[in-house]
């Protein structure tokens, strides 16, 4: 059985459209999963980390927690985009334990982007407009590239497209 995976295209194709300009975001960038696991229900849906069994919750976000401050502790990005408030929570939960970060290293700002899910109703109503002025809002694209991509979404119709609508 094949299994459509919406949140993912909805991310990819939108960051596919910010590059295809050269530039993405302001800076340096980089796409860290912090659970780069799945877990399924026996009826092939899909079992988000926040929906476990408490304990298994916990023993999973201490490892995944321990693995971004890692990543975050040799990128040292400025910013963090949290994709849904349960990956912004777990940035901001993970970077309160920090202890110990090298001298001179300032802990990223961190941000939420609405997450792209089929099950957001906020998400299924142009989660790619939505993004793209979120990211705008956060100063991490520039009002060029929003126009672009968003040109790209929706391209502008054609001079005969136009005419042939115009009645008369």
Same mark, same amino acid.
């Given at each position: 059985m094949k299994h459509l995976q919406v949140s993912g295209q909805r991310? =990819?194709?939108? @960051? *596919?459209? #910010?590059?295809? $300009? $050269?530039e993405l975001l302001r800076g340096p960038w980089f796409v860290h999963n912090y659970c780069p696991l799945a877990f399924l229900l026996p009826s092939g849906a899909n079992l988000t980390p926040n *929906? @476990?069994? #408490?304990? &298994?919750? /916990? /023993? #999973? /976000? +201490?490892?995944?927690?321990?693995a971004l401050l890692s990543v975050l502790d040799l990128l040292r990005p400025e910013t963090?985009? $949290?994709?849904g408030c349960y990956a912004r929570d777990r940035a901001l939960a993970a970077l309160s334990t920090a202890e110990g970060w090298a001298a001179g290293f300032t802990p990223p700002r961190v941000l939420c982007l609405t997450h792209p899910s089929p099950a957001s109703p906020k998400a299924? *109503? $142009? =989660?790619? &407009? @939505? +993004? #793209?002025?979120e990211l705008l809002s956060f100063g991490l694209i520039s009002t060029e590239t929003a126009a672009r991509a968003s +040109? /790209? @979404?929706?391209?502008?119709?054609?001079?005969?497209a136009a005419e042939s609508d115009r009645p008369g």
């Open positions: 991310f =990819w194709s939108l @960051l *596919r459209e #910010l590059t295809s $300009g $050269g *929906r @476990l069994p #408490l304990e &298994a919750r /916990q /023993q #999973l /976000q +201490a490892i995944c927690d321990a963090v985009v $949290g994709i299924n *109503r $142009g =989660w790619h &407009a @939505l +993004a #793209l002025s +040109a /790209q @979404l929706c391209p502008p119709a054609t001079r005969e």
